[in-house]
C-alpha cells in the first residue's frame, strides 16, 4: 500500500506558477511509477504528466508540454509537478497517483489539490 498526500494548490492569474507536491508513505516509493491527473467540473479525469521509476523517463498530455514540469526525489518520498504559464483551462482538481501494475500509473491516488487559475 502506499498513501499519497497532494499539496500546493490554489489560486493564480493566468501565466503565474504553481508547484504541486504528492507526499508519498508506505512501500519503497522508488518501485512505483508516478503521474499527475486532473479533473476539471463537469469533465472526466484525465492524465497530466507521468514519470517511470526505473529510467526517470517523462510523459507529457499535449496540452502541458512545455509548461509543465513532473520530477521526483526519491530520497525524500516526493513527487513534483512544475506548472509554469498557466491558464484558465488548467483549472482542476489535481490528483496524484501511483502505480506498478498499470500505466499511467492508476493503482493508488490522493485526494486531490485544487488549482483555479483566472484570467
Known amino acids: 500500500q502506499v498513501q499519497l498526500v497532494e499539496s500546493g494548490g490554489g489560486l493564480v492569474q493566468a501565466g503565474d506558477s504553481l508547484r504541486l507536491s504528492c507526499a508519498a508513505s508506505g512501500r519503497t516509493f522508488s518501485w512505483y511509477d508516478m503521474g499527475w491527473f486532473r479533473q476539471a467540473p463537469g469533465k472526466e479525469r484525465e492524465f497530466v504528466a507521468g514519470?517511470?521509476?526505473?529510467?526517470?523517463?517523462?510523459y507529457y498530455a499535449d496540452s502541458v508540454l512545455g509548461r509543465f514540469t513532473i520530477s521526483r526525489d526519491n530520497a525524500r518520498n516526493t513527487m513534483y509537478l512544475l506548472m509554469n504559464s498557466l491558464k484558465p483551462g488548467d483549472t482542476a482538481v489535481y490528483y496524484c497517483?501511483?502505480?506498478?501494475?498499470?500505466?499511467?500509473?492508476?493503482?493508488?491516488w490522493g485526494q486531490g489539490t485544487q488549482v483555479t487559475v483566472s484570467s
Open positions: 514519470i517511470r521509476w526505473r529510467a526517470g523517463t517523462t
Open positions: 497517483a501511483a502505480g506498478i501494475n498499470s500505466w499511467p500509473p492508476e493503482d493508488y
